[in-house]
């Protein structure tokens, strides 16, 4: 088995030229180089998203924060309804009667 080996040597099974052989592997870098380059550049495009995405979120929970806390400080400062103004005006007997108060037929309009 040696002995076919050696007859063979060190010679390439097929014949191509050299420049063929130069071409081929510096056409085969620069398409790993460019594949490299794009593979980086759609990560930090991925990463743009990602970021935009969490900076709106952050943006719609402060705007949400803010108009909710406008609206309560809104609801307290304006004070007591009407509802309730006219409660306070009501002594205990007639509220004691309105707690209790029932309707024994509806009246017909």
Do not use: C, W
């Amino acid at each position: 088995m040696n002995s076919v080996l050696n007859d063979i040597g060190k010679k390439m099974p097929y014949r191509e030229s050299e420049d063929y052989l130069n071409d081929l592997v510096n056409a085969a870098t620069e398409k790993a180089i460019t594949r490299h380059a794009s593979a980086k550049r759609s990560g930090h495009k991925g990463l743009m998203a990602i970021s935009a995405a969490a900076v709106a979120l952050v943006v719609i929970g402060f705007g949400i924060a803010f108009f909710n806390a406008k609206d309560a400080q809104q609801a307290t400062m304006s004070g007591p309804g009407p509802l309730d103004e006219f409660l306070n005006t009501l002594s205990d007997e007639e509220a004691s009667q309105l707690q209790f108060y029932e309707m024994e037929e509806i009246p017909e309009y």
